[in-house]
Structures are given as C-alpha cells and as structure tokens.
C-alpha cells in the first residue's frame, strides 16, 4: 500500500473513517468486514487503530473527575434566591407570538384611517392629526428589530439549516 | 476510576426534559439536580479544553449560570445535554479567546493520588496523565474539541456534528487525526525524571 499521498500519517487515507469508528464500536458489518479484511494486509492501518484505541482509552482516564459537591455548591449559591418576573420571560418567543397580533392591529388601525373614520377625540378640534398607522411591513419589521436587538444583546442563535436553532447564550 | 467515554443513556432525555420545565418555573432544587447530573461531564470537558484545571473550575460555573439564565430560550428542538454542553463550548471558547493560553504543566492534583491508575503504580498513572494532558494542549481546538466530545464525553458522532455544526465526515476526520497527533505528541515526549 502507497502512504505517500495519506492525509494522517501511517494510516491509508480512504479508511480513515472507518479506523476512527472502528474503535468506538459503531462499524455496520458491512464496514467492519472491510476493514478487517484491509487491516490484515496494511500494519500501518493496524498499527493507526492500535494508536485510536490507546488514545480513547487513556484520555478518558486522564480527564476524569470525581463528583464535587463543593462545585454544586458554589454554582447554586451564584443563583438569585427567585428569578424575577421579567427574567423568566422568554421575549423571542413573545415577539414571534405576538407578531400576527401585532399584524392584525396595524391592518384594523389602517383601515379605519383608509376609511376616515376618526379613533381619537382631540381636545384641539378637527384639525387635529390623527394617529399614524404602520404599514403591515413596519410591524413585522419592528417586531424582527426587537429580535435583532435582543441578539445584540449577546444571544446567539445556532446554526440550522432550517432557521430553527436553539438560542445559545 | 471510570471507563472510556462515559455516554448518555436514552431515558435521560425525558428526565431531562421534566427538570428544565421545573426549573423554568423557578425550581431551584430541579436546576440542583441538573447541575448534580451534568458537573463532572462538563468539568472535564472544559479542563480538557481550557487546560488550566483552576479555571476550568470557572468557566465551567460561568457555563451552568449562562444555562440557568437561558433556560427560558431552551426550545428543546435540540436534546438539553446537547445545548448545555454548546454552551460550555462556548464559554471555553471565550476563556481561550481572553486567555489566549497554552496547556501549562499543573501541580499535582491531590485527587490525583488517590484515584488509582488501572495498570502501574499511582506514580506512572499520574505521569502518563500529565503527558496526555500536556499533549491536548498541543492540538489545534477543533481537533481537540471533537476528541473530547467523543473519548471523554462519548457523545455520538452526530451528535458531534451537530454541536460542532460541521458535517460528520469532518467529525471523523478530525477525531481520527487528533487522536493520531495525541499519539504523535505522546511517544515525542520524554518521560521526566522523577
């Protein structure tokens, strides 16, 4: 087998995958027959997977804690005694709620304009300039503004391919 | 002494799931329990991460307050251990970022002693961790961050890919030439006198 064109050293570049999985016991037979039939002919791919399984085993043991009670301790003192109102609520959420609500009112509130029908006695008579009305796309624009902001804020929003990610802070 | 990566079993999704909706309504002693279950993963995956076992401690606080925080935009479109581990990531990310810090060599860590090592005696097993260690500080984060998710932390591969948001033969491949560098760095090091 020719190793001068692998990506990772000693190992053949299109079992790569399958070395990685391998030792994480993931292989379908399909794959594990594969492999064990290139492995008996390749020591550098032997010699990779022996490497994979030595690494997996001994970082696991190097990086293993006990419990810490002290550390649960710790996190829950930093917690306020009860959230307030305000922090509980999740105002992403609100404003995609409250945007067809928000929607609907402008549509009402242009329409009586559209039909001169007046909504606000003014104490300065009939000259008076009656309330603005926000178009449909200026509500659904200033309820996203209030996403917009909120992500400044410091929200992130995971990627997703379907625009539906979770918020990560 | 615990096996190589841990792993989730299936029915703490829903477990899950009824400790979030408690704590979202303020139920402190639910948010306890999340912390409880979830502490020694996230510690270990942050000291892997960041290197320095003291701020791990940190950062790793730092990740389960920004959750509680957060629980409200929790959306469960994700799993939760899924999420609090994204956030984790990211609050390692940023400690990197400040810190712009390399994996320094650590006193010895007295829980060190008394855990046992599997094989060896307590002195080889303390060594051959600081070597592992010091080594993780060596690999570029990606790779880093993919190994730990999958040795240290078991989580599947897609599931990897999806804290990552990188497609999974990425994941493969970056697992596989972390691990290989691991391996690389190790037999590179000598072992010190002691």
């Not at chain 1, 997996?56 to 810490?68: K, Q, V, Y």
């Not at chain 1, 009656?130 to 929003?157: K, N, R």
Request: proline content about 5%; aromatic content about 6%; overall charge negative.
């Amino acid at each position: 087998m020719d190793h001068s064109t692998t990506r990772s050293p000693g190992a053949c570049d299109e079992y790569v995958d399958l070395l990685a999985r391998s030792v994480d016991g993931v292989l379908t037979e399909t794959e594990r027959v594969r492999l064990d039939a290139h492995a008996a002919s390749c020591a550098a791919c032997r010699q990779a997977l022996a490497d994979q399984q030595l690494i997996r085993t001994s970082l696991s043991e190097a990086l293993s804690l006990d419990a810490s009670p002290a550390f649960v301790a710790r996190v829950l003192s930093q917690l306020p005694e009860s959230g307030r109102w305000f922090d509980r609520l999740d105002f992403r959420r609100l404003t995609w709620r409250l945007s067809p609500v928000a929607a609907g009112l402008a549509l009402a509130a242009a329409f009586v304009v559209a039909t001169g029908q007046p909504t606000v006695t003014d104490a300065a008579g009939p000259d008076s300039i009656p309330p603005a009305a926000l178009s449909f796309d200026e509500v659904i624009e200033s309820s996203d503004m209030v996403t917009l902001l909120w992500q400044a804020e410091g929200g992130q929003v995971e990627a997703g391919g379907n625009g539906e990610g979770e918020v990560i802070p | 002494m615990s096996g190589p990566a841990r792993g989730f079993p299936p029915e703490d999704a829903d477990e899950d799931r009824d400790l979030v909706d408690r704590a979202r309504r303020g139920d402190q002693e639910a948010f306890r329990r999340i912390v409880e279950k979830y502490e020694r993963r996230v510690r270990g995956l942050v000291w892997g991460l960041v290197g320095d076992r003291s701020d791990a401690e940190d950062v790793a606080q730092e990740a389960f307050l920004r959750a509680f925080r957060s629980l409200s935009s929790f959306g469960g479109r994700s799993s939760f251990r899924t999420w609090l581990f994204q956030i984790a990531l990211n609050a390692a990310r940023t400690h990197r970022q400040s810190r712009r810090s390399r994996l320094q060599p650590e006193a010895v860590d007295p829980a060190d002693l008394e855990r046992a090592p599997e094989t060896g005696s307590v002195e080889q097993g303390l060594i051959a961790r600081d070597r592992l260690r010091r080594a993780l500080g060596q690999l570029p984060a990606d790779m880093r961050e993919a190994v730990l998710l999958r040795d240290v932390e078991g989580f599947e591969y897609r599931e990897i890919a999806e804290l990552l948001d990188i497609p999974i033969g990425t994941v493969e491949s970056r697992i596989f030439r972390g691990r290989a560098r691991l391996r690389e760095a190790l037999a590179a090091q000598t072992i010190p006198e002691t």
